[in-house]
């Protein structure tokens, strides 16, 4: 197996494979009841006319018996969000490399794509979310220069499903 | 003091009020040492040609000496974020609202409007962080059917300033 690979902006027909990517990280992360996306939903919000992420995938090119094979191995999904403090930032939502070609540099050359980008749009912050059990990432994260904020400010993630939204509106907008 | 107030859409005219206000925010959460911000550039990436962020104000009109005075006593910042379990999502960076004001529903009444454009966007997630000490802030939001997702799952939130994305590129873009 050759060990060369591309990092690229994603297209429209990547979305299936993005798609099973997207689903063993979920089981990598113990959250794969959470998958509720697909391939259909996530071409429209990516590459649709309103864009609301962005996503770069990393592609092996390997010789194979019909000509050259391409297999998408990895994928960094990100946007734009916004400081109040400190200005424009941007959050990477994923980064996701196949077990099989863990360890080449592929998730590091990935983010540091990202952060290529983030600096060229101006920003000042990169922001990310992990899992505690998963101290791998942890510990590269902070090799990296990234910093622990729920440890070092006490930052909480909070969040609120449709059902809770839709709940919440009929409960307050009926209170006046 | 009249209690009467509006919720509405911010304009570039309210960059210096909103200022102050998140300038208020951050004294708040004893964050104050980290507000870079200012007026003008958020008004760059509010109402610029490219938007990183969306603004709602809480505006009282009371009888002054010279006719009606305005006074923004309340704002919510929020942005359009992606889930790749979920789909479209909706971020709230910051409700604020200024002390002598609270209490009057003001808050809620902010939270309410972005949840409805939330809905209205197909937004299948609201996501939002709080300090850990902000116990007040943290039993409205379970009230309000919000789930603490450090608690439940052990999300960490992660950054990395500008200047750690510098020594980034400088120290692995030079490893190939």
Known sequence: MTEKYIIRESTKDDCDQIMKMIRELAEYERLSDQVKLNAETLQRDCFGEE???HCLVAETISPGECGEEKLLVGYVLFYYIY???KGRACYIEDVYVTPAWRGKGIGRAMWTEVTKIAVAKDCVLLRWAVLDWNTSAIDVYKQWGG???SEKEGWLFFLMHKQSMVDYLAK???IK
């Open 83 to 85: 400081s109040t403090f």
């Open 51 to 53: 864009k609301f992420c």
């Open 147 to 149: 910093q622990n904020m």
């Open 172 to 174: 307050y907008t009926s």
